[in-house]
């Protein structure tokens, strides 16, 4: 049984930047597929950025592309997403997610809604 848990959300200005972790527990992530969502007030939860652990192929939603960066450190079995230059539409409560596979017929990204195992969430506020 996987157990993720997710942290480092919390209160920064746009502009800023902040990092996420999400600490594996019960499994090694090394072979499965790994995502960052996030679900902002009254919106629909979406994906941010997914990882493939097998060969580090990622995805990145358009909305962040050059701001944020997942990578995993596998001695901690945690994945990370970093976030750069804020915005106020990234406040949102911010998921991780994993999967052993395989995807779902025909899915290029490496992540997808129905991932089997998720954490709780941890809230991220952009605001001045």
């Known amino acids: 049984q996987l157990q993720l848990v997710e942290s480092g959300g919390g209160l920064v200005q746009p502009g800023g930047s902040l990092n996420l972790s999400c600490t594996a527990s019960?499994?090694?992530?090394?072979?499965?597929?790994i995502g960052w969502f996030r679900q902002a007030p009254g919106k629909e939860r979406k994906g941010v950025s997914c990882?493939?652990?097998?060969?580090?192929?990622?995805n990145y939603a358009d909305s962040v592309k050059g701001r944020f960066t997942i990578s995993k450190n596998n001695a901690k079995n945690t994945v990370y997403l970093q976030m750069k230059s804020l915005k106020p539409e990234d406040t949102a409560v911010y998921y991780c997610?994993?999967?052993?596979?395989?995807?779902?017929?025909?899915?290029?990204?490496?992540?997808?809604?129905?991932?089997?195992?998720w954490g709780k969430g941890t809230l991220v506020t952009v605001s001045s």
């Open positions: 997610a994993a999967d052993p596979g395989p995807r779902p017929e025909g899915l290029v990204r490496f992540c997808w809604d129905g991932m089997s195992y």
């Open positions: 990882l493939n652990s097998i060969n580090g192929g990622t």
């Open positions: 019960g499994l090694s992530l090394d072979y499965y597929y």
